[in-house]
Every structure is written in structure tokens, then in C-alpha cells.
């Protein structure tokens, strides 16, 4: 944390944590309960071995007035320390509860506002790692500082100042000496065994992105029959991760073992002298019986302390992934004040847009207009910029160069929430969500009714699948619906988008896996229940060719070409073949496929 920046971040990312989530008046309560539980415990301590020594004494000397209420007094505290103790425990935890509910929010919220490329360069199960790893550490920064470290501190000092009133100073420096060579100890000892947490955290992200990715890709491994590839793929991350973390745990047991030493080498001097102290009669048995009691008792939570204070620069160390994903930013972003697209119809426009992935251009000075209510093909080979067309149409990506405009206002403008509330998007390949028909179509209108989710199964030429489904609506469509077939999938897809009903429809390769019949009953409902939508269509095949307004072309040079139908020879259909391809002349005679 040697970049102020950072050590800045770190500050604020506790702070706002905490903030939230000290919001909650109940965490609040629990904080206060556990404070005085803290206060008690920590009087009952440093009045333990004070007592113990009382009742020695006592038996030395043969007195016994008040001895009964002393030997109560005994029984009383050591129930009180250990209650607190538990007591403590119990309200620190729905204190860390909360801690991790708030941290946990706070980075998928700031995950889901991330631009796309973000998530092209990361492994999802290595994000999913930084976050559960983080979630489970951090709150030990925060309770542990403060019901482990200051109660240990304050015992400590307490016991301290007991002592250098009624003893000779040279017990309290002697016990001050065990305890500061203890912490120099930690502290430098500490050094690398977080080196070798912070190896062992990389290893740990590494082994959980690549594991995750080799699993939801378990239908790839099985049609190639390549498990042995991505076993020994899985077999080389996990023993990575296996070295990495056994390194960090030898060197944090040689680390626990030289605090324990030190703590061993403490006592046994610290008996030494006051035995000796003892055996000459300067103090009583009694204090020999409370200075042991205070080593003793201090061995356990100096310890702990130890593992605590290690804990808490672990937690630290695991912060830095999350904090790593605070500060990125967000390529798209949303405008300071942004607008919101009104009205009914919409016109889009490119102008002079230019756009490049890295250096790999797709776009150069394209311009063009979609007029509302208009329907677009928009065709050309494979891979020369279709889908990103439509990506740049929902600020996936931003152009370079140029603007891209809705209704006259440029979308960098425009508030991202207006701007999904009037496109749907029919993507090339359906993102589904492990969950049911159902709560797939609900999740673009959510407030949608059962006839209404109905309707849009039934446009979509869904519906009859779905009656004759035992489960019905509430059928689990998989990972990624891979219960589901190619056209099933995409269906449901289409659904989302009858469902919807939004004003811009773009449909990228609606009906790549239908037959021409499913095909040409959507191209039907297309007509009829989206007929004052601008409707982008991007296809390699005949699918509402005969009913666009427009087309335009994708060259692999890059550059856009636009054909008004009116400058085409009839498309020429192979007609009732489904792998039909689309034909057409430029005005220029150059033939295109
Ligand atoms: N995120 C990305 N980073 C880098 N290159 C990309 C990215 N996405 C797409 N590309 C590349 O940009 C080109 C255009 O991609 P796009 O998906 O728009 O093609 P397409 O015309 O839709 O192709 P298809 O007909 O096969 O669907 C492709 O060569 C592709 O490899
Ligand atoms: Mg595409």
C-alpha cells in the first residue's frame, strides 16, 4: 500500500462499508451490546488473577473473614470473562453478517455498471473468487481491530499499571519486554508469510477462473471427448494452488511457532524471577500465584492477537482485489444529467461513426438513417460488423469517432435506463438465465401477467411447446438453457421481446435455428404486433426481406454500403429451401453474397 492512491481508496471503501453499514439502527444496538460486554470482559481479566491471589493469600495466612465472598467473587468473574467471551462473539457476528451483505452489494453494483469489455478480459469464476474471499476476510478488519486488538491492549495496559502500583517496576518492564519482543517478532516474521498470501491469492483466482471455465464449458469437453485435456487443464491450476497455499501455511506456522517460543522463553523467565523472588520472601505465594495468572492469561489473547493482527493484514492483502475493481472504471458512461428519449417512433442516425476493437477496425466514417417506423436489413459476410452494429446502437460500445443518434439526440446523452426501456434485442445467441420460462420472460417486464406472458409465448410460436411441458411457465430451462433446444431458445428469446414491446427492435439472426414455416409465421407476427417499431433486422437469410425498407450492406473492407430496395434486382430466393441464401446486384453490378 505504498501508493497513496490506493491507501486513499482503501480508506474510503472502509468508510463507505461501515457507513452503510452502521445505517441499520438494530447493527447499531448490536454494537453497543457488544461494547459493554467488551468493558465487562475486560475487568473481569485484569481482576481475575487479583482475586486468585487474594484467596492464596488468605489460605497462607489462615484469615478467613470475607474469604467466602471472595471465593464466590472467583466463581462470578471467571463466568462473567468467559460469558463475554461468548456473548461478545454472538454480537460481532451479525455485525460481520452485515459487513459482508453491504461489501458484497457494494461490488455488484459496481460490477454491473461496468462496460462489456471489462468482462471479455475476465474470468467470471476469478471475479466470483475476489469477492467470496474478500466477503469472508474483510470483516476481520474491522472486529477484529476492534474486539480483539484494543480489549487485548487495554487487559494488557490495565494489568500493567495494577502491577507497577503495587510492585517493584522491574516486573512490569519484564512483562513489557516479553510482550514488545513478541510484536517485533510478528511484525517482521509477518512480512513473509503475506508474500506468500498474496502468491497464493493470484494462484487461488487463477485456479478458480480457469476450474469455472472448463466446467461451463462441460458440454464441449464431453462432445470432444477431451476430459483428460481439461482434467490435466484443472489438474495443473489446482496443484499450483496446492504448492502456493502449503507455502503459506509452512510459512505461518514457522511464524506461529517463533511467537509461541518467544511467549514459552517469556513465562519461564518471568517464573524464574519471581520464584526467586519468592523463595527469599520479598513477595507471597500470592504473587507468585498473580503474576503467573497474568502470564497465562495473557499468553492466550497476545496469541490470538498474533493470529489476529496476521488475519488483519491478510484481510487487507484480500481487499486488494475488490478494491481493483472499484477503481475501474467504466468505458461507457452514462452523461452527468442524461436525457430521457420520449415518444413513440424513432429515427436513428449514424454520422461519420468510426469504430475499432483495439486496432482492428469495423467502422470508418459510416453515416446513415433508419427512419421511424422503418424496417432495416442489415446483411453482409460473417464477421464484418453486423452484431456490432447493433452493439453500438446500445452503447455496448461507443464509436471513436462520430455520433450515433436517436430522435436527433446523440445516445452519449441519453440516461442508459431510457435507453433499454425503448430497445429490445433479439442477440444472436439468447442469454437465459438458469431459472424458468417464466422468470426468464419476466425478466424484460417484469410487472407482466400471466396472459400477457401467454401472448408473447404464443407470437413467438412458443406456447404450444410450453403447454405440453409438465412443469409448464415453471419449467428450469438449465445453465444457460441447455435443457432447452437451438429454436426453443431462441423463441423464448423473441418472446422477451413481443413481451416487451419496444419501440426499437433489433433482431440479430432471429431465426437462424427455425424452419422456414416457424420462420415465416414470426416473420407474421413481426408484422402485426410490432408494426410501428424501427426494426433492425440482421440476417444471412430470406427473413423479411421482401418486407424492408431498406438494406444495408457490410463489406469486409469495413465500409457500409446502403441499398435502397429500389436500386436491387429482386432478391432472388432459392425459395423453399431454409439455406437459402440472399442474392442481389450493387448498383455497380459487382455481385454480392
Ligand atoms: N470484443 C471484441 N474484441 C475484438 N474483436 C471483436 C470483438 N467482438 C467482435 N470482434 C471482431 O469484430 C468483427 C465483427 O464482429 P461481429 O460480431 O460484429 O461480426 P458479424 O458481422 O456479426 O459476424 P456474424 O455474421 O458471424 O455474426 C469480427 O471479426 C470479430 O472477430
Ligand atoms: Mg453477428
Redesign the pocket.
Known amino acids: 500500500m505504498k501508493n497513496p492512491v490506493i491507501f486513499k481508496r482503501y480508506v474510503e471503501c472502509l468508510k463507505d462499508i461501515l457507513v452503510q453499514s452502521f445505517q441499520d439502527k438494530a447493527i447499531c444496538v448490536q454494537f453497543l451490546y457488544g461494547l459493554m460486554v467488551l468493558g465487562l470482559g475486560v475487568l473481569a481479566t485484569i481482576a481475575l488473577p487479583f482475586l486468585l491471589k487474594k484467596i492464596v493469600d488468605t489460605f497462607s495466612s489462615h484469615a478467613s473473614s470475607g474469604f467466602t465472598l471472595v471465593l464466590i467473587g472467583y466463581g462470578l468473574l471467571w463466568t462473567l470473562n468467559q460469558a463475554s467471551f461468548h456473548l461478545r462473539a454472538l454480537f460481532t457476528y451479525k455485525i460481520e453478517q452485515r459487513i459482508t451483505f453491504v461489501l458484497g452489494l457494494k461490488v455488484l453494483s459496481h460490477l454491473f455498471h461496468l462496460s ?2 471489462y468482462f ?1 478480459d475476465q474470468k467470471p469464476g476469478a471475479i466470483t473468487n475476489v469477492i467470496r474471499r474478500a466477503q469472508r476476510d474483510v470483516p476481520a478488519i474491522v472486529l477484529g481491530l476492534f474486539f480483539h486488538v484494543i480489549p487485548t491492549f487495554l487487559e494488557f495496559l490495565g494489568a500493567l499499571i495494577l502491577i507497577s502500583s503495587f510492585y517493584s517496576l522491574k516486573y512490569s518492564i519484564s512483562l513489557s519486554c516479553i510482550l514488545g519482543a513478541f510484536f517485533v517478532y510478528t511484525a517482521l516474521s509477518m512480512k513473509s508469510a503475506l508474500k506468500e498470501r498474496q502468491i497464493a491469492n493470484e494462484v487461488d483466482k487463477a485456479a478458480e477462473g480457469i476450474v469455472v471455465d472448463w466446467l461451463s464449458n462441460h458440454e464441449a469437453v464431453r462432445t470432444f471427448g477431451r476430459w483428460d485435456y481439461a482434467l490435466s487443464f484443472c489438474r495443473e491450476e489446482l496443484q499450483k494452488r496446492e504448492q502456493a497455499e502449503v507455502k503459506f501455511i509452512s510459512n505461518l506456522s514457522l511464524s506461529r511457532l517463533g511467537q509461541t517460543l518467544i511467549l514459552g522463553i517469556g513465562l519461564s523467565l518471568q517464573t524464574f524471577l519471581i520464584g526467586q523472588d519468592v523463595s527469599r520472601g520479598i513477595l507471597s505465594v500470592g504473587d507468585f500465584v498473580l503474576f503467573n495468572g497474568y502470564i497465562l492469561q495473557f499468553i492466550i489473547p497476545v496469541s490470538i492477537l498474533g493470529h489476529v493482527t496476521q488475519d488483519v493484514k491478510k484481510a487487507l492483502l484480500d481487499m486488494k482485489g475488490i478494491i481493483e475493481i472499484l477503481l475501474t472504471e467504466s468505458q461507457i458512461k452514462e452523461a452527468p444529467s442524461p436525457l430521457s428519449l420520449q415518444g413513440e417512433s424513432f429515427l436513428i442516425e449514424f454520422k461519420d461513426v468510426s469504430f475499432k ?2 486496432t ?1 477496425p ?1 467502422f470508418e466514417d459510416v453515416s446513415l438513417k433508419i427512419k421511424p417506423q422503418e424496417t432495416a436489413l442489415i446483411i ?12 453500438l446502437l446500445m452503447r455496448i ?1 461507443d464509436p471513436n469517432h462520430g455520433e450515433i443518434l436517436i430522435n436527433n439526440t446523440n445516445l452519449k446523452e441519453v440516461s442508459f435506463r431510457s435507453l433499454s426501456n425503448i430497445i429490445g434485442w433479439v442477440p ?1 445467441e439468447s442469454y437465459l438465465l438458469n431459472d424458468t420460462i417464466q422468470s426468464n420472460l419476466l425478466f424484460s417486464l417484469p410487472e407482466a401477467t400471466t396472459k400477457e406472458i401467454e401472448e408473447a409465448l404464443e407470437k413467438a410460436s412458443l406456447l404450444e411447446f410450453v403447454r405440453k411441458l409438465p412443469e409448464g411457465l415453471n419449467t428450469f430451462v438449465g445453465d444457460r438453457g441447455l435443457k432447452l433446444s437451438g429454436g426453443e431458445k431462441q423463441r423464448l428469446a423473441l418472446a422477451r421481446l413481443f413481451l416487451k414491446q419496444p419501440k426499437i427492435c433489433i433482431f ?2 432471429p431465426t437462424s435455428f427455425l424452419d422456414r414455416n416457424t420462420e415465416l409465421t414470426i416473420q407474421r407476427n413481426i408484422e402485426t404486433y410490432l408494426p410501428h417499431m424501427t426494426k433492425i433486422i ?1 440476417t ?1 437469410r430470406p427473413f423479411m426481406f421482401e418486407k424492408a425498407d431498406q438494406i444495408i450492406t ?1 463489406e469486409k473492407k469495413g465500409i457500409l454500403i446502403k441499398f435502397p430496395q429500389t436500386y436491387m434486382q429482386k432478391p432472388f430466393l432459392s425459395s423453399n429451401s431454409t439455406t437459402s441464401h440472399l442474392k442481389f446486384q450493387r448498383h455497380s453490378g459487382d455481385q454480392q453474397c
Open positions: 462489456h469489455g471479455l476493437y483495439q482492428y469495423i453482409g459476410p460473417t464477421g464484418t460488423g453486423k452484431s456490432t452494429f447493433a452493439k460500445y444472436q440479430d439472426e440482421i444471412h457490410l
